[in-house]
């Protein structure tokens, strides 16, 4: 493999020292170094202050490379400092493109010779208490959903997440933008941690991914008890501040959990300035009102929902149908935006047995027509399509956070409540690496493996599995 632009190539070595079991991560730092990822930390993020110690750069990027290697906690920065080959490489391309003034400062800040390439876990640690603000903590009641406001550090790892987007705008230019809007559960054994409604431990961060750019373009930290349809509007609002120069349109989609009044109002009144109205399709709640509004729907107005495979139209056993539902927030006023409600229903495949039917308790709504027992969903969108190409937009790809977090502890015990939020963050950097990867052509073989253990050139990394919104 050639020369890229760091001073390092990869080649064929038979001799033991010097090895890394890690040989894909140069091309990410390489990748880091041609997205100016180094100065939007630094800009931005602010946690360190003085001359002397470890950058905010270093730190940051050593979480990210952490990551990206399938670290489990902070303790695993030693396994990365015990790759003789891989330090190798980080202390030569470290300094690249510095000037001698900012090489002999970057010197300067050890008093000591420098004996490490990646901060200790005690130093990470340390690190990580500069994003927490206890004031915000006190605020906290409990049993009370409760949404801390970020710190300043905190604001400005996100901010400089936002200007990576930005970069990945200015070289692959795109005019719209479709934000999948969705709270995953992160499932946790933290002592710290709080239930969520499924009765386990988690967190439950809220993301606005940007289907278009593949990339997680804003995501807020909560934790497990913090439902889903929790204060959705403010979130929103700072997703779009978040969306870089040049995209003209913005879409919105959302499971159920987005039926929130305020936001849908937002959308369709052409509330926001630089946007206007802003398309959406949302799941809506299959409440008794909404039921009673598709028992009202002629048997012959349910149009059969196709799948397209291969340029054929393949029946999915689905039906759809325009919906007359008018909420009390939408008929209280003559003139405004017009909400389209569509419902889709789908025959179980295995029916109630006769006198099963008060036992029988699923995990989504049904309505009965005769004999036969249906799945029902809803979408509500305000978007001049027909009914199954809403639908089928609707359904489009969500990227979701689907491994656990870090386990922030790591034996000792101390925990800030903000470092779980960091890490969250951390992670949203690594997976705009994996992203541009894919897209710029860059090669990742090795990185990815669990960290300790040996990987080999062509291995793939672990991506964010694809989901959909919650019909």
């Known amino acids: 493999m050639g020369q890229g632009v760091l001073p390092f190539q990869y080649e064929v070595e038979r001799k033991q020292g010097g090895m890394t079991a890690l040989a894909g991560l140069p091309s990410y730092v390489e990748l880091i170094h ?60 470290e300094c690249y493109g510095l000037s001698s003034s900012e090489k002999r400062a970057l010197r300067r800040r050890w008093r000591k010779e420098r004996t490490r390439t990646v901060p200790s876990p005690t130093a990470m640690r340390e690190y990580l208490e500069f994003f927490h603000d206890e ?11 409760f949404i801390p406001e970020p710190s300043g550090p905190l604001a400005g790892l996100v901010k400089a997440n936002g200007k990576l987007a930005g970069e ?55 934790d497990g008890n913090v439902p889903a349809d929790y204060d959705l509007l ?23 959990a987005g039926y929130y009044v305020d936001l849908l109002k937002y959308c369709a009144e052409a509330q926001n300035d630089r946007f206007g109205i802003i398309e959406f399709a949302v799941g809506v709640d299959v409440t008794k009102e909404f ?28 039906q759809y149908a325009e919906v ?6 939408v008929g209280r006023k003559k003139e405004g935006p017009s909400y389209r409600y569509l419902a889709i229903r789908e025959p179980l495949e295995q029916q109630v047995l006769p006198g099963m039917e008060e036992q029988m308790g699923l995990p989504f709504p049904t309505m009965d027509w005769g004999p036969v027992r249906y799945k029902v969903t809803g979408i509500v969108t305000n978007r001049h ?26 034996g000792s015990g101390r925990r800030q409540a903000s470092f779980p939020v960091v890490w969250g963050q951390r992670r949203l950097v690594a997976d705009h690496d994996i992203g541009f990867q894919r897209q ?11 960290l300790g253990k040996s990987t080999h050139e062509g291995d793939s990394l672990l991506l964010d599995q694809l989901a959909r919104p919650r019909a």
Request: net charge positive; proline share 4%.
């Open 34 to 93: 041609l997205m100016g990822m180094r100065g939007m930390i630094g800009e931005n993020v602010r946690a360190r202050k003085g001359n002397q110690g470890w950058t905010d750069e270093q730190m940051v990027m050593s979480l990210v490379l952490l990551n990206l290697a399938g670290g489990d906690c902070v303790e695993d920065l030693g396994v990365l400092e015990g790759d003789e080959g891989f330090c190798r490489v980080l202390r030569e391309v």
């Open 135 to 145: 004031e915000q903590e006190k605020q906290r009641k409990p049993h009370r959903a």
């Open 168 to 222: 990945v705008q200015r070289r692959r230019r795109k005019e719209t933008a479709t934000l999948d809007m969705d709270a995953t559960l992160v499932e946790t054994s933290k002592r710290a941690a709080l239930y969520c409604y499924k009765k386990f431990k988690a967190y439950q961060p809220l993301n606005f991914y940007w289907a278009e750019q593949d990339l997680i373009l804003f995501s807020e930290f909560r």
């Open 234 to 256: 403010r979130p929103f609002k700072e997703a779009l501040e978040s969306v870089p120069r040049g995209v003209e349109k913005v879409y919105l989609r959302s499971d159920s």
């Open 291 to 318: 039921k009673r509004a598709v028992r009202e729907v002629a048997e012959a107005d349910w149009s059969p929902l196709y799948r397209e495979v291969k340029g054929k139209r393949v029946e999915t056993g689905q």
């Open 324 to 329: 007359c539902f008018v909420p009390n927030w």
């Open 385 to 410: 399509l027909a009914g199954d190409e809403v639908i089928w937009w609707y359904r489009g790809p969500v990227r979701q956070e689907r491994r656990g977090p870090f386990d922030y502890e790591g």
């Open 440 to 450: 710029f052509g860059h090669e990742r073989a090795g990185a990815g493996g669990e």
